[in-house]
Structure formats: structure tokens, C-alpha cells
């Protein structure tokens, strides 16, 4: 019947036709997702004029690190630039994780634990969350962070960030917490430690990879975000990288190694994170969705 | 009144079920103080923010956006948008993006799932590659696949060129016929990776014995993928499917990043046509009913999405 039985090797044994099916789709997908990524690489390490000719270095005849020099260089005006914007991200990126860890732990434990009236508030704020895009918010939220005079601050995204990440954010420690026997926590107020004690002493550390989970997810969300940062900001020292590289690029429309090189250099972090400790991050993100 | 609780009489009980959710909410107060932080955060921010929107729905606002010189117009906002071309052109486009990004994206994560689902050689290496465009900034992505759909230096078009496929480099991001598949493309890459996580821990749950005895009866390899693996996968697919359609009708940075919209609006997709209406020409009113609309439409979405996850929630339940 399948296609199995009908090859067979010289020695009789049927040959998985699907396995290679298999294998030239990873071979097909492989290039769909490295491709470009290393034509990246490749174009950021070439002159500008390199970079436009036709027909194209296919691997560059002279690399030079020129574009990555220039970015990072702390006495132009170009490598200022970008390394502000570059620290921009990273104090916005770690604010946002910090007090999503804060706010979510003990969020999570009492959706895990207590049962309480407008539990299932939980499921549909992650709904909403994952619904609503957040152009719908931009308007009233410029207003409301004019209102604050947040407008031109961090504090503004921050904020949003903090909001946007939480429910996905809570719902993914409430995973780790529910696998975590409630027994262990009854034993050690048996022997007198208060809830909040047991909470410290007993969960927190059983919980440690949802956590550097959640930090994870808050963190890339809030490295990569670009429309509120794109909206809240105008002033050129305030900017996070995604819209600091667009500006970069509007004004330098045809330097594309350079290009190339910021985003190298604007995806490494997060890439390198993720590669990391994306063992956690998966089984977070999945236990949710998968077994409940 | 908590100790009391356990001992309340039989009147006292029918009352207490009457006021049912207040005498629970007031039994468990403390438990709320857990989770009192993050709702109020999300109240502020999430719940104001919809509230407003419907308001300025029915009103024309001057572009400076001076909220006390706002005029109430009823419901023209939503006559003159159903009214509008654009509208209908922006519609289909935001349509085939969604269907066409999500079809795609969920195939080539499941192909990429289950092809990986077997121990080889590198197989954490290649999944760790396939994964990173989804963690990639999307709008480094953009710049990498605007810059290979370059139309003089592209590597597209060097590619085509190179092997005598076509005389000069297409125009793929800047012609009407070729914008909207060339930004599924990049979407789709970005995209795929999700929906090969969530679908390999689907198939952890898929039991081996199971596969095993299926293959010991002589069933097939399609066989066992349809009989015994896809059965088992319909509950993570269900999520996925609504996740990944949620976010791409929700898409803003691919298309707002590579065209602006552009050619002649046949790139734009609700999201960045309504942000061009608020931001680009501060029509916030028409802005604000636009994405009152769009809200409607993501309810009706949501409505199966809710049922979908429930439904699959309580088949796990079951089982």
C-alpha cells in the first residue's frame, strides 16, 4: 500500500521513502532559514562598494570588519549613535524583566494554588493580549502616557511592555507552579514554616527554570518591540534599537553592509540568550498549550 | 466570618449560594492581593485604552489631536470607511495574508517537526538553526530580506540572473502583481519556527507503543502519521493554527518596515493602513472606528479560539 513496500534495497529491505522525503524537506528548509542569514553575514563584511556590484561577490573578495568598526565606535557620530541606542535597549529590556518577574511570580502562585472567584480573569487576558494588536492601544495609550508626562521617557515603554508581557508572562510560570506537588509545600508547613516561607523557600527554587523562562520571553519581547517604541519616542538619545536602526537607515538609504551589521549585531543578543536556554523556554512555551 | 464558613445552617446556605460569587470573593480576599498588582497594571493600560477607542469612534478630532475640540458625528466614521475602495482592497489583502501566512507557516512547522521527531546526527544543531529567524528582531528581518529583494543588487534577482532565468533583477517588493506573496515569504519565516515547537512537544505525547504495534501490524509510515500521530497532534494544532492566524492578522513591522503599504496600497493590511489613518493623518476618529471594527472581527475570531482551546483543554482533561 504505502510507498514503503514498494521500494526495496538490493538486500530486500524496504528503503523509508518517507524518511527521505524527510530529509530533502530539513535540506529545503535549511537553506529557506540560513540563506538569509548568511547573505547577511556575508554583506556585512563588505565594502559598500562591494556590496553593489553585479554580478554580486558571492563571498566577499576582501572582507573587512569596516561596518562593524564604525558601529561600535564610541568617536563618530554613527557608532554613538549606536551604542546608545544599543544601551537604550538593554536598560529598557532589563527593567521590563525585572518587574515582570516581580509581578508575575506571585500572580502565578495564587492562580496555580488559590481558587478564588474571577480565576478564569487569567485566561482571557492572555486572550486579549494574544487578540488585540497593539496599534488598537497606541492612540489612548499616547494619550494616556502624555497624561502622565511619560511621552519621551523610557518609564512609557516600560510600562507597555510590562502590560503586554504579563498575562502570557503569568501564564507560563502557572504551568510550572501546578507541576510542582502541593504536598511539598503542606510538609514544610507541618513542620512551621509560614505560607510565605514555604513560598520562599520551597517553590521558588523548584520554579527557578520557569522563571529564567519567563525572563527570556519578557526580555526578547521587550528587545525586539518596535511600533510603541516607534510612537512614544521621538528624541534621537532615547531610542531603542529597532527604531534607531530604521532611522540609520532612512538616512544612510544605500550603505547596506552597515545595515547588515547592526542587525547582526542587534539580533546576537537576543539569539545567543535564546540558544542558551532554549531548553526552558520551549518547555514553557509548550506546557501551556500541550498539557494543561 | 471565614471559620464560620463550615457551620452556617440551612437558610443561612441558600442565602450564601444567592450571593454566591461575593460570600466566595469575600472567603478568599487575601488570596487577591497575589494577583492584585498585575490586574491593576492591565486595567490601566488595557482596559482604558478599549474604552477610548470606542469612544473616539464617534467623534472627528482635529489633527492636533485637541480632545476638548472633538465633534460627535454619530456613525459617519464607520459609513464613510464601508464606503471606501480602500477598505475593500485593504480587506482582501489583510484576508490572503493571514490565510496564505498561517497555511504555510503551519505546514512547513509540521513537515519540519515531525522530519526532526527521529534521532540523527546534528538534529539539535539543524532544530537550533531553524529556530532563530522566530527569535531574529522582525525588524532585522525585515532589513535582511528587503535588502536580498533588492531590485539592482538583490540576491534574488543575481540568482535569476546568475542561471539565465530572467535578463535583468525582478522588481518583487515594488510591483502590485509580486508585493503581497514576497512579504508572505518573509513572514512565513519568521513564523515557521512556532509552529514547529509547539508541534514537537505535541508529538512527545504521541504514545511509542502505539507506533510501535501500528508498525508491527504492517501499517505504513502514512499510515501511522494519519492513523496514530495526527489524532494526537489535532490539539496542539487547533492552538497553534489560532495563534499563529491571530498574530497575522495582527502583523505590523514586515509590511510597514519593506513597503509602507506601498505600491498603491497593495501591500497594506488593516493594521498599518489604520496606522497610517491615526499617525500618518492624524484622522484619529476614522482611525479609532477602524479599529473598533477590526475588534469585531478578532471577537468573532476569538470566539472560536476560546472554543478551540477549551474543547482541547477538556479532551486532555479526558484522556
Do not use: C
Not at chain 1, 513496500?5 to 532559514?33: E, H, N
Not at chain 1, 527593567?95 to 516581580?102: D, F, H, N, S
Not at chain 2, 475602495?85 to 489583510?94: E, I, L
Not at chain 2, 492552538?239 to 502583523?251: D, E, K, Q, R
Amino acid at each position: 500500500m504505502s510507498m514503503t513496500s514498494i521500494v526495496t534495497t538490493r538486500r530486500g529491505k524496504p528503503i523509508d521513502a518517507w524518511r527521505w522525503i524527510g530529509r530533502i524537506f530539513l535540506v529545503m528548509m535549511l537553506f529557506y532559514t540560513a540563506v538569509p542569514m548568511a547573505w547577511m553575514l556575508l554583506t556585512s563584511i563588505k565594502s559598500g562598494f562591494a556590496a553593489m556590484q553585479l554580478p554580486p561577490q558571492w563571498l566577499p573578495n576582501e572582507p573587512t570588519l569596516a561596518s562593524y568598526k564604525k558601529l561600535l565606535d564610541p568617536n563618530n557620530s554613527v557608532g554613538q549613535d549606536f551604542l546608545r541606542f544599543f544601551w537604550n535597549s538593554l536598560f529598557v529590556s532589563t527593567m521590563t524583566t525585572a518587574l515582570a518577574v516581580i509581578v508575575a511570580v506571585p500572580a502565578a502562585y495564587a492562580f496555580s494554588r488559590f481558587d478564588f472567584p474571577g480565576r478564569k480573569f487569567l485566561f482571557f487576558a492572555v486572550l486579549l493580549r494574544n487578540m488585540f494588536p497593539a496599534v488598537i492601544f497606541l492612540v489612548p495609550l499616547f494619550i494616556l502616557m502624555r497624561l502622565l508626562g511619560l511621552v519621551n521617557t523610557h518609564g512609557s515603554l516600560i510600562l507597555t511592555y510590562l502590560t503586554f508581557g504579563l498575562p502570557l508572562a503569568i501564564w507560563l510560570l502557572k504551568g510550572f507552579y501546578d507541576n510542582i506537588p502541593y504536598q511539598l509545600e503542606q510538609a514544610a508547613r507541618i513542620d512551621g514554616a509560614t505560607r510565605f516561607q514555604a513560598f520562599v523557600l520551597i517553590v521558588m527554587p523548584l520554579s527557578a527554570p520557569g522563571i529564567v523562562a519567563t525572563a527570556i520571553y519578557s526580555f526578547i519581547g521587550a528587545w525586539n518591540e518596535y511600533i510603541f517604541a516607534y510612537t512614544f519616542l521621538n528624541k534621537n538619545e532615547q531610542l531603542t534599537l529597532p527604531v534607531g536602526i530604521q532611522r540609520f537607515f532612512s538616512e544612510n538609504t544605500t550603505d547596506f553592509p552597515g545595515l547588515m551589521a547592526a542587525s547582526f549585531m542587534m539580533s546576537l543578543p537576543v539569539v545567543v540568550l535564546f540558544l542558551l536556554l532554549q531548553r526552558y523556554f520551549v518547555r514553557a512555551l509548550t506546557e501551556g498549550a500541550v498539557k494543561h | 466570618m471565614t471559620m464560620a464558613t463550615g457551620l452556617v445552617d440551612a437558610p443561612l446556605k441558600a442565602k450564601a449560594k444567592r450571593f454566591g460569587f461575593l460570600r466566595q470573593a469575600w472567603d478568599h480576599r487575601f488570596d487577591y492581593l497575589y494577583v492584585l498588582p498585575a490586574i491593576v497594571v492591565m486595567l490601566i493600560v488595557i482596559a482604558y485604552p478599549i474604552y477610548y477607542t470606542v469612544e473616539l469612534s464617534f467623534f472627528t478630532t482635529p489633527p492636533s489631536l485637541q480632545l476638548r475640540d472633538k465633534e460627535f458625528v454619530g456613525i459617519d466614521n464607520y459609513g464613510l470607511i464601508l464606503s471606501s475602495d480602500v477598505f475593500w482592497r485593504v480587506t482582501a489583502n489583510t484576508f490572503i495574508w493571514t490565510l496564505a501566512s498561517t497555511a504555510f507557516a503551519f505546514t512547513l512547522g509540521l513537515g519540519s517537526a515531525l522530519a526532526l521527531n527521529h534521532e540523527f546526527l546534528g538534529r539539535g544543531v539543524l532544530r537550533a538553526i531553524l529556530i532563530i529567524p522566530w527569535v531574529i528582531s522582525a525588524v532585522a528581518a525585515s532589513y535582511i530580506w528587503k535588502w536580498i529583494y533588492h531590485s539592482d543588487f538583490g540576491l534574488i534577482g543575481a540568482v535569476l540572473v546568475g542561471l539565465g532565468l530572467a535578463e535583468r533583477p525582478p522588481n518583487l517588493i515594488d510591483s502590485v502583481g509580486t508585493v503581497l506573496p514576497s512579504l508572505i515569504v518573509v513572514n512565513v519565516w519568521r513564523e515557521f519556527p512556532f509552529a514547529m515547537i509547539m508541534l514537537t512537544a505535541g508529538l512527545q505525547t504521541v504514545p511509542d507503543q502505539l507506533l510501535r504495534a501500528a508498525k508491527v501490524d504492517g501499517a505504513g509510515a502514512w499510515q501511522r502519521f494519519w492513523h496514530v500521530t495526527f489524532p494526537h497532534l489535532q490539539g496542539v494544532s487547533t492552538v497553534t493554527i489560532l495563534l499563529l492566524a491571530v498574530s497575522n492578522f495582527n502583523s505590523f513591522i514586515i509590511p510597514w518596515i519593506m513597503t509602507g503599504g506601498g505600491p498603491s496600497n497593495a501591500s497594506h493590511i488593516w493594521i498599518t493602513h489604520i496606522y497610517e489613518l491615526a499617525f500618518g493623518r492624524q484622522r484619529w476618529g476614522i482611525a479609532s472606528a477602524y479599529s473598533v471594527l477590526l475588534f469585531l472581527t478578532l471577537m468573532t475570531l476569538g470566539y472560536f479560539y476560546v472554543r478551540a482551546l477549551s474543547s482541547a483543554e477538556n479532551k486532555e482533561r479526558v484522556a
